[in-house]
């Protein structure tokens, strides 16, 4: 399957407008604004995003879908529970440093997005908690993990998540080896 | 100690200035729409707040300001590194569980300060991480947790700050119930 113009002209304008989003809010950049940055006309700019909502739809869609279908992956793989969760995180963790721009929006702005828009990117986040609560649940069946709150997903997701604001990758310290840092200590806890 | 009426006109600005930064950003506020949302015109807001960055600084640094003191409040406390811990954490899940908008602009906007201002807040973040890691190094010395890696912090604040964006206590669990769910996870690991 090629590639698009469409889809690369698209593509530019929401990694631009992610930019734009994290460094001035959703709510402080116009439109205007967004296509001079691209270079492109009122006209042009709604032929490739249509509004400045679908373009925040786009920017968080677009990376909760992809780490769906890399939980899918690592699920199907027949994991130990343990490796399991640090191939979740590795993944997460990658993919935000990554984007930041993308999640720092993500998780600033989803509140801006409205009806469909909105069910949909919660529907989809909540599908990725589901796929964590799987792995610890296949965890306990197998024995490796004790009984946990279901709540816990949420703490865990929050210790990865709230990378997005501090975590640089700089060569020293790579996102895989921060969640396995964070996980270890999660899996073995820090009691001596 | 009284409160003048200059504080509570002040506290007043600053919490409905909170409240409106974290529905419509902090760019997405005006200064004239916070003065229409408390009543006051220019004048009498320049009074109390000053400018619009001086309020997002108050919005930031009042909560940390109270984290920070609270923190050493607990350390002073002479409780084992486990307690100390577990009271750490009740305390910023039972504050940020009363102060959701103060918190939610702190995440997302904070980033929008300059000068001095930045870098208060950042100080004093870094002291409330610092208080942390004293508790850590505690339950180290004392033999009752293992030597962990110095980012673990920022993970584990990152499972309790997280909680601004999805954490409503509606009396089924309190906050400190929250906070005991997480570090009872942490410190005894999720390993069966």
């Given at each position: 399957?090629?590639?698009?113009t469409y889809?690369i002209?698209r593509?530019r304008?929401i990694?631009?407008?992610?930019?734009?989003f994290?460094?001035?809010g959703?709510h402080?950049t116009?439109?205007?604004?967004?296509g001079?940055?691209?270079?492109?006309g009122?006209?042009?700019?709604?032929?490739y995003?249509g509004?400045k909502e679908?373009?925040?739809?786009a920017?968080s869609?677009?990376q909760?879908?992809?780490?769906?279908?890399y939980a899918?992956?690592?699920?199907?793989r027949?994991?130990?529970?343990?490796?399991?969760?640090?191939?979740?995180?590795?993944?997460l963790l990658?993919?935000?440093?990554?984007?930041?721009?993308e999640?720092?929006?993500?998780?600033?702005?989803?509140?801006?997005?409205?009806?469909?828009?909105?069910?949909?990117?919660?529907a989809?986040?909540?599908r990725?908690?589901?796929?964590?609560?799987?792995?610890?649940d296949?965890?306990?069946?197998?024995?490796?993990?004790r009984?946990?709150?279901?709540l816990?997903?949420?703490?865990?997701?929050?210790m990865l998540?709230y990378?997005?604001?501090?975590?640089?990758?700089?060569?020293?310290l790579a996102?895989?080896a921060l969640a396995?840092?964070?996980?270890?200590?999660?899996?073995?806890g820090?009691?001596?």
């Amino acid at each position: 399957m090629t590639t698009t113009t469409y889809e690369i002209n698209r593509g530019r304008v929401i990694a631009v407008a992610a930019e734009l989003f994290a460094r001035n809010g959703y709510h402080g950049t116009g439109i205007a604004e967004l296509g001079r940055a691209v270079g492109l006309g009122r006209g042009a700019l709604y032929h490739y995003i249509g509004s400045k909502e679908a373009v925040l739809y786009a920017i968080s869609k677009d990376q909760v879908d992809k780490m769906n279908s890399y939980a899918e992956e690592v699920l199907d793989r027949g994991l130990d529970a343990d490796e399991l969760l640090r191939e979740l995180a590795r993944g997460l963790l990658r993919n935000i440093a990554d984007h930041r721009a993308e999640w720092a929006v993500f998780f600033r702005e989803y509140n801006a997005l409205t009806g469909d828009r909105r069910d949909e990117v919660i529907a989809a986040r909540e599908r990725y908690e589901g796929y964590w609560r799987q792995a610890l649940d296949r965890g306990v069946r197998s024995g490796v993990l004790r009984q946990t709150p279901r709540l816990l997903v949420k703490g865990i997701l929050g210790m990865l998540n709230y990378t997005y604001l501090w975590f640089t990758p700089d060569g020293e310290l790579a996102p895989e080896a921060l969640a396995d840092l964070f996980l270890d200590a999660l899996i073995n806890g820090i009691h001596s």
